[in-house]
């Protein structure tokens, strides 16, 4: 396939430029971290678009981007209905803490949702995603991923997650849920704890899941400030914002 990135003829802008200078960087480093690990296969890069705007997402588009991530509902939906018409194939996962009443406008346009951390929100989403599949605005499940809390117990750092000890009867609850695929784990690295032995823990508890759940093989890990980390212990799924976009204009 053709894509704006390469080809000389393809009308473009100096943000564009940049965009590419910046996945291609990206992409450089995954390299560089698989070879360094002897991996043979490639993570998939979900560039994290939250706080950017649908232009950009549509330049990214252009680029061969096919996987955004977003964290409110409120932001992603908007742009998925601002793109919707110019962006055929592209998937937004949905990667922020999620409350029960968006999953009705979530499963609308998510094809996964990387935080699911209560037995609540499974109940939501596995009706949301019913009715969007019988309503035709989705084709097929939506993909579930597990978000696992990392940090060593008692400390607070308000990024949410399930502690490992749920994992199981949340997986057994997707598994069971009709309008939903179980699809594995999704962690991000505790503050102020190395990241590696972090998500070493996510490896082996995804590796655990594996064994009741074999088709839940995706482990969602891995942020611009960790991506080698992650790519070193397994991560099937890269999230990364601010190296490809830049840095946001908000926290967040
Ligand atoms: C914002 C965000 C990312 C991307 O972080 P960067 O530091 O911008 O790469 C990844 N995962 C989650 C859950 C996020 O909220």
Known sequence: M?????????????????????????????????????????????????????????RLYQLGVRQV????????AAKAAHTAIMTAGLNWHFIGQLQS??????????????SVDRSKLITALSKAADQALQEGQRTAPLDCLIQVDLREPGVDDGRGGAVPAKVEELAAQIAEATGLQLK?????????????????????????????????????????????????????????????????????
């Open 101 to 114: 009443n968006k999953a009705k406008s979530v499963a609308r346009y998510a094809s996964a949702v990387h």
């Open 184 to 252: 594995g784990l999704m962690a991000v690295a505790p503050l102020g704890e190395p990241a590696e032995p972090a998500f070493d823990r996510l490896q082996q508890l995804a590796s655990s899941l594996r064994g009741a759940h074999p088709e839940a093989h995706w482990i969602s890990a891995g942020m611009s400030q960790d991506l080698e980390a992650a790519v070193a212990s397994g991560a099937t799924h890269l999230r990364i914002g601010r190296d490809v976009l830049g840095s946001r204009p908000y926290p967040g």
């Open 2 to 58: 053709l894509h704006c990135g390469d080809t000389l003829t393809c009308v473009t802008d100096p943000r564009t430029d940049e965009l590419r200078d910046r996945l291609q960087r990206v992409r450089q480093r995954i390299e560089t971290a698989c070879a360094a690990t002897g991996r043979l296969d490639r993570p998939e890069l979900i560039v994290v678009t939250k706080y950017f705007p649908a232009a950009d997402v549509q």
């Open 69 to 76: 991530g977003e964290n409110k509902d409120q932001e992603a």
